[in-house]
């Protein structure tokens, strides 16, 4: 069966220090992945893409890699500050481009 | 702003009772889609359009039912909601597929409660 899975608990980390999530898929041939971020009792806010022949994309605080061999990708905030704290979603969107399937999601809190 | 909108926020209902949520956008993109996120889970896609072009994942219950009569509106209707519906409700549009690579956004969601 298909399969989207994160971090499987909540993060909590101390303030400056690097957050690294992590998104494990099965039985998804995704033509790139995104990566979102939710506050509670709001809608996911797009962060990054990065698309499936790309080893690592960068913005700002952000990076993402993506590695299709181990069918995994990781999302790092370096630096992280307080307002960082959010659930994390990734979403595979497969061939057809129209199509997003999401994971669980991770819960960060960043501690000051 | 340009930007996706949903009404209500906060829709309660009871058993059995039909139900109709609905989005707008003002971003004029080609793909819509509803999703359905219950506490703590992953938005689940429910369907899109592309365009008037609708579809529906094979896992959607029949009870969920959509329409979209033109670019900026889509609909949400559930014919008899039971009370493992209640979950949050998220609209999104994208571009569409052929015009650069998507992103999704979102509304704000309408949380539907059924007693």
């Known amino acids: 069966s298909q399969k989207i899975e994160q971090n499987s608990e909540a993060l909590n980390i101390q303030e400056g220090k690097t957050a690294t999530l992590t998104c494990n898929y099965t039985?998804?041939?995704?033509?790139?992945l995104q990566w979102y971020r939710q506050d509670p009792g709001r809608g996911p806010v797009f962060l990054l893409l990065?698309?499936?022949?790309?080893k690592e994309k960068r913005k700002e605080r952000l990076k993402v890699t993506f590695d299709t061999t181990l069918k995994q990708s990781l999302f790092h905030i370096t630096a992280s500050q307080p307002a960082d704290s959010a659930t994390y979603l990734c979403?595979?969107?497969?061939?057809?481009?129209?199509?997003?399937?999401f994971g669980t999601g991770t819960s960060l809190t960043v501690i000051p | 702003d340009a930007m996706v909108i949903q009404n209500p926020r906060y829709q309660v209902t009871q058993f059995g009772k039909p139900v109709t949520l609905s989005c707008s956008q003002t971003?004029?993109?080609?793909?819509m889609y509803w999703y359905q996120q219950k506490s703590s889970q992953a938005p689940k896609l429910l369907f899109h359009?592309?365009?008037?072009?609708?579809?529906n994942e094979a896992d959607t219950p029949d009870n969920f039912q959509s329409r979209r009569p033109n670019t900026s509106f889509c609909f949400l209707d559930i014919r008899s909601p039971g009370l493992g519906d209640a979950a949050m409700y998220l609209c999104?549009?994208?571009?569409?597929?052929?015009?650069?690579?998507?992103?999704?956004?979102f509304g704000p969601g309408t949380r539907l409660t059924v007693l």
């Open positions: 971003l004029n993109h080609n793909v």
């Open positions: 979403a595979l969107v497969v061939d057809t481009g129209n199509q997003f399937y």
């Open positions: 990065i698309r499936e022949n790309e």
């Open positions: 999104a549009t994208s571009r569409g597929s052929g015009r650069a690579l998507n992103e999704q956004f």
């Open positions: 039985n998804y041939s995704p033509a790139y």
């Open positions: 359009y592309y365009d008037k072009d609708f579809n």
